[in-house]
């Protein structure tokens, strides 16, 4: 019975990869469409970030059923992350941190290049997605797939991605940059910022906590630079004055008294979680 269990667990690790492309992305998108969590409405941010998103995801020749959706959380959280069906979040935290535009494509192009790779449902684990490719090759619906083999164990956090696919992503969100900018300036200084809060902070911030082996992926940042040819020196784009004046308002207020207090967010089975800062 032993020798059976290992052999299962054996082949389910070696499939899990092969079986996810039976898994159609509009799962994702039925999972996400009907537990996702609202986020909040900042027009010119969100449209900044939608567009932005757009212009790297075209970049990427993402399959085109697979839509990115950009939400943008009014919180003080240092941190973006991708998610089951084509949804990324970016944290207020992120973009007060963020120097220039070039630096948050990185991010979110990172981000883009998770949900290509359909990292995040590999993330829920390997028997679920062996679950889902089995329930899709037979034939149920997104609805049936998503009742009958996810059940109520779907949540949906901040979902942990392994050492090689935070290198795919940062690999092929790299090509994405100088496909966008002809260089990949500000790639690396994203890493580099969070190394200093790190130091900084008697806790390091949520996006080292999900994104993980920083030291590592900026070694991997320059040896792709010079495999490839990619000029890691060049123009770097400022980030629209009507979001740094947005950001700088709200910089200004949060030492008052009238600032706003952190939202706690639902907690539902594909509800964006409420994370707060570390420190």
């Known amino acids: 019975m032993l020798l059976i269990v290992v052999a299962v667990t054996f082949l389910l690790a070696w499939s899990a990869e092969s079986l996810v492309r039976y898994i159609p992305f509009s799962v994702e998108v039925s999972l996400a469409g009907k537990y996702a969590a609202q986020a909040d409405h900042d027009d010119a941010t969100t449209a900044y970030l939608q567009k932005l998103a757009e212009r790297l995801a075209a970049a990427q020749n993402l399959p085109q059923d697979m839509r990115i959706t950009v939400h943008y959380v009014d919180d003080d959280t240092v941190n973006a992350f991708a998610t089951l069906g084509g949804h ?11 120097p220039d535009e070039n630096t948050l494509a990185m991010v979110i192009s990172h981000e883009i290049a998770h949900i290509q790779h359909r990292h995040p449902i590999m993330s829920l684990g390997r028997g679920l997605v062996v679950g889902l490719a089995l329930a899709a090759l037979s034939g149920l619906s997104d609805i049936d797939i998503a009742g009958d083999v996810l059940g109520e164990a779907g949540l949906l956090t901040v979902l942990k ?7 795919e992503a940062d690999r092929t969100a790299l090509a994405a940059l ?42 991997a ?49 594909l509800a964006y979680p409420a994370v707060h800062p570390a420190s």
Do not use: C, M
């Not at 990324?88 to 963020?98: A, D, H, P, T």
């Not at 991605?161 to 290198?167: G, N, T, W």
């Not at 500000?186 to 993980?212: C, D, M, T, Y």
């Open 161 to 167: 991605f392994s050492r090689e696919q935070e290198l």
């Open 178 to 219: 100088v496909q966008v900018y002809g260089h990949i300036a500000g790639a690396e200084n994203l890493f580099k910022i969070f190394q200093g809060l790190a130091v900084s902070s008697r806790q390091p911030p949520q996006l080292l906590s999900s994104h993980p082996h920083t030291e590592r992926r900026i070694e």
């Open 88 to 98: 990324i979040v970016v944290f207020r935290g992120l973009l007060e941190k963020i």
């Open 221 to 269: 940042i320059s040896t792709l630079a010079a495999e490839y040819g990619w000029r890691s020196d060049g123009t770097l784009t400022p980030l629209p004055k009507p979001v740094e004046e947005r950001l700088q308002r709200h910089a200004k207020a949060s030492g008052s008294n009238d600032s706003p207090q952190p939202k706690s967010w639902p907690q539902g089975r």
